[in-house]
């Protein structure tokens, strides 16, 4: 007889837990317009974004490709991005923050100090033309970015600078996170009607505190332990107000087999047993349904055969961890729910959590 058993995977518990995470932006550029479209500045100290007076467009891209401090799953509540200006010379400009669509090289290009008119592009430099220098194009050039912007503010004279969260930056952040292979990060545009150029203090900068950074809040569901693959929870399981009774679970290498043995509700001696059942990957605070039988009474020498066994009823199992757990037979004595404690291991086996 085989037992058909649903796993329904479940959490125990939903206690939120909040965090805030810094991160440093993994690479950043400049796209420079010119007549070649062939310069870069992958190493500089300096990003440009807007329009200069007399060298055309400039636009800084920069990406957080590195989210390892955000765990997996977690939901992202609110996301800030911090900038410095270290030099503007033209009037107060609104700059656009932008999910970049297509991915591209920070390369090792370095313009040098301040870098406002770029350099000549070397292999797998961003460029106003190329993604990757020099056989990787943007589709359009001067940067493949999505027509809804992410963040936008105004910014006038030098100082430090912060793109407050909003619902577009969450979900571009979230989107990166559930799905790193599509992190490009964001290009910066600013006004590129009229004179707007400004520079902003890159990763490369000496001066840490300037640098690009994505200060990210997330929250978790704290889901309570977890069973490590491979755990036993072979051993006697008992209901410590009672005594007389109790529960014998044995994981053995072809499934789960689980007896219990006590008294039916006319005083007799009961003992029950389930099918032998396959549980891959067992859940803290998932019920497990498992169907008990129950045979005529024997004889020592003559106990009844394992095909004459009855059906009597069910058996709820719900482990809260290792040694704890609620047990529930439903059958044709009744309802009976014990709160069990597991008693003694089996020797060589363990049950771990992470």
């Not at 977890?226 to 009774?245: A, M, R």
Request: proline letters at 4%; one cysteine or more.
């Amino acid at each position: 007889m085989r037992l058909m058993l649903i796993i329904i995977c479940s959490f125990l518990s939903t206690t939120v837990l909040a965090e805030t995470v810094m991160i440093e932006a993994s690479q950043d550029n400049t796209l420079y317009e010119s007549e070649q479209g062939a310069l870069s500045n992958g190493a500089g100290v300096n990003l440009f974004a807007g329009a200069t007076k007399s060298n055309g467009l400039r636009r800084a891209v920069l990406a957080f490709k590195n989210l390892s401090a955000i765990p997996e799953g977690a939901t992202i509540d609110s996301v800030q991005l911090h900038m410095h200006v270290n030099q503007e010379n033209s009037p107060a400009t609104n700059v656009r923050v932008l999910r970049l669509l297509a991915d591209w090289g920070e390369g090792s290009t370095n313009a040098g100090n301040p870098g406002g008119a770029g350099a000549a592009a070397i292999t797998g430099d961003v460029t106003w033309n190329h993604r990757f220098f020099d056989n990787m194009a943007w589709n359009n050039p001067g940067g493949d970015f999505a027509a809804t912007v992410s963040a936008q503010m105004m910014m006038d004279s030098t100082g430090s600078y912060t793109f407050s969260s909003s619902t577009a930056m969450v979900a571009d952040v979230q989107g990166w996170l559930d799905n790193p292979a599509e992190n490009f990060g964001w290009i910066l545009l600013a006004n590129e009607d009229a004179s707007s150029a400004r520079r902003f203090t890159s990763r490369e900068s000496t001066l840490e505190q300037f640098r690009p950074t994505l200060e990210v809040e997330y929250t978790m569901e704290d889901t309570g332990p977890v069973p490590v693959p491979g755990s036993d929870w072979s051993g006697p399981w008992f209901d410590p107000t009672l005594e007389g009774e109790g529960f014998l679970v044995y994981q053995t290498p072809v499934g789960w087999l689980i007896y219990y043995f006590g008294y039916s509700a006319d005083n007799q001696r009961l003992w029950l047993i389930s099918n032998i059942v396959d549980i891959a990957d067992l859940q803290f605070g998932q019920a497990y349904e498992f169907t008990m039988f129950v045979g005529e009474p024997g004889s020592f020498g003559m106990p009844t055969p394992s095909d004459e066994l009855e059906e009597w009823g069910t058996l709820d199992v719900e482990l809260d961890d290792c040694v704890n757990g609620l047990f529930t037979l439903d059958g044709i004595d009744g309802l009976k729910v014990s709160e069990v404690q597991k008693v003694v291991g089996v020797e060589g086996t363990s049950c771990g959590v992470e």
